[in-house]
Nanobody, 124 residues
Framework: QLQLVESGGGSVQPGGSLRLSCAAS????????VGWFRQAPGKEREGVSC????????YYADSVKGRFTISRDNAKGTVSLQMNSLSPEDTAVYYC?????????????????WGQGTQVTVSS
């Protein structure tokens, strides 16, 4: 079975940090583009970041640029999202997804495989 698993979610105070990790089961994540998406209650799912498999290009939503960093560790077969300077506006369920390089990195339909999601809550 092909599936993704996220880990690292939790609760943090404003200004704090969390690191999310995405791992694959049943296939090699190294050869896929991996995107991070988030969905807050009552809002549409939005693309947060993406890293390509071919050249390692990275992409970020304007709302997280400068605060979040996506990276890949092929030895471990994982992709991480380091989130710093967190704000309550970052509160959401975060999903990782795998697909092919190219297209619109921020569009959900570009990705074929999804994780179950992990909750991130930022509050004081």
């Amino acid at each position: 079975q092909l599936q993704l698993v996220e880990s690292g979610g939790g609760s943090v105070q404003p200004g704090g940090s969390l690191r999310l990790s995405c791992a694959a089961s049943g296939f090699t994540l190294e050869y896929y583009a991996v995107g991070w998406f988030r969905q807050a209650p009552g809002k549409e799912r939005e693309g947060v970041s993406c890293i390509y498999s071919s050249d390692g290009s990275t992409y970020y939503a304007d709302s997280v640029k400068g605060r979040f960093t996506i990276s890949r560790d092929n030895a471990k077969g994982t992709v991480s999202l380091q989130m710093n300077s967190l704000s309550p506006e970052d509160t959401a369920v975060y999903y990782c997804a795998a697909g092919l390089d190219g297209g619109s990195w921020f569009a959900s339909y570009e990705y074929d495989y999804w994780g179950q999601g992990t909750q991130v809550t930022v509050s004081s």
